[in-house]
């Protein structure tokens, strides 16, 4: 398993996607987000991509120079047509332009559609809390709907349809919430097959509804299905994935699950509230640094050292991997220089 320094690894990117048709600021957006996942600990949305990428690059399913266009402009709202381009391009297009909204009116609303996979959506409304504004995201799969049973079904009809939150503090890491509607990301599943180890109790049920802790049982013909999020009150994972469908992908208008086993692109709803349009900044810091430290006042359970804030794991584990470096599995750096021999570059750890 090679291990890379981040910015080793970002410079393998940058020439790979440069030598793939996207222009130099566009291949540093692409490759900087996925390594910044790793990064956080979210491998599942990290350099395992690079090579999902660059084959739909390859195949002609991504454009690599589209520019995003705004189809629709209202004051607070506005949607836009990414053109087929790489996700990262389009959501961090909108999220700004949501961002210049709620500057000027207090609130900004963006849909984003025809953008293909946009990679782990915390990234987007964390872009806003550094800036010192509040932000969310909804974001589906379009048509896309066979990896997650709904609450009481055996089959796989929905997405892991994600949403994520951030809100700045005073003087720390902003909070950042990002979670799927599903008790894990699908990616998380792949990087377990890549790793050749099993899952834990409890994510995944096989074609017949048995629980499984066998990754392959999912990609099984006929497929197995990711649980919604909740356990035995799933049904609250279930309605919340069905309100990130509704948010993210109808009023974008890139559709809802359907049943489609190729996601041609996200749907994504960005909002950004400026605080100050709603309370004095001074007095919100106020009441954050009250809410974290009255709820790290918590004594910790059975297992547990402290209370951890969301975001907090994800910026500790940044910390740690810029010291410690950014293992690769096996089967992601296989895939990533089989892509590289297509392009004619020669990679070595």
């Known amino acids: 398993m090679p291990n890379f320094t981040p910015q080793k690894l970002r410079e393998i990117g940058y020439e790979l996607f440069q030598k793939a048709g996207c222009l130099k600021k566009d291949s540093e957006n692409v490759v900087d987000h996925l390594v910044e996942s790793n990064l956080f600990g979210h491998d599942s949305h990290g350099a395992i991509r690079f090579a999902e990428y660059l084959r739909a690059l390859r195949e002609k399913r991504f454009q690599p120079q589209a520019t995003p266009e705004i189809i629709q402009d209202f004051p607070s709202v506005a949607v836009v047509d990414a053109n087929g381009g790489l996700g990262q391009i389009g959501a961090n297009f909108a999220m700004n332009l949501a961002i210049k909204k709620a500057h000027k009116n207090g609130i900004g609303t963006v849909a984003l559609r025809n953008t293909s996979h946009i990679g782990r959506i915390g990234a987007y409304p964390l872009l806003a809390a550094r800036q010192g504004f509040i932000a969310q995201a909804f974001v589906n799969a379009g048509r896309l709907g066979y990896q997650i049973a709904p609450f009481g079904g055996i089959e796989g009809v929905l997405s892991t349809n994600p949403m994520a939150f951030s809100a700045p503090r005073r003087e720390d890491n902003p909070i950042v919430l990002d979670m799927t509607t599903s008790v894990v990301a699908e990616g998380k599943i792949r990087v377990a097959i890549n790793q050749e180890r099993n899952v834990p109790e409890g994510w995944i049920i096989d074609s017949q509804g048995n629980s499984t802790t066998d990754p392959l049982k999912f990609k099984a013909d006929p497929p197995g299905a990711i649980l919604p999020l909740g356990g035995v009150v799933g049904h609250k994972g279930t309605g919340l994935s069905i309100m990130v469908e509704l948010l993210g992908g109808a009023l974008s208008g890139e559709g809802c699950a359907a049943g489609d086993r190729k996601m041609t692109s996200n749907g994504v709803l960005f909002t950004v509230y400026n605080i100050e349009h ?17 709820v790290k006042s ?52």
């Open 278 to 294: 709603f309370t004095n900044l001074g007095r919100y810091f106020d009441l954050v640094e009250s809410l974290i430290s009255h």
């Open 298 to 349: 918590s004594r910790p359970g059975k297992g547990f050292k402290e209370i951890l804030i969301p975001g907090e794991p994800e910026f500790r584990s940044a910390l740690r991997r810029e010291k410690e470096g950014i293992n690769v599995d096996d089967n992601t750096w296989s895939d990533i220089k089989k892509e590289a021999e297509f392009l004619q570059i020669n990679l070595s750890t």
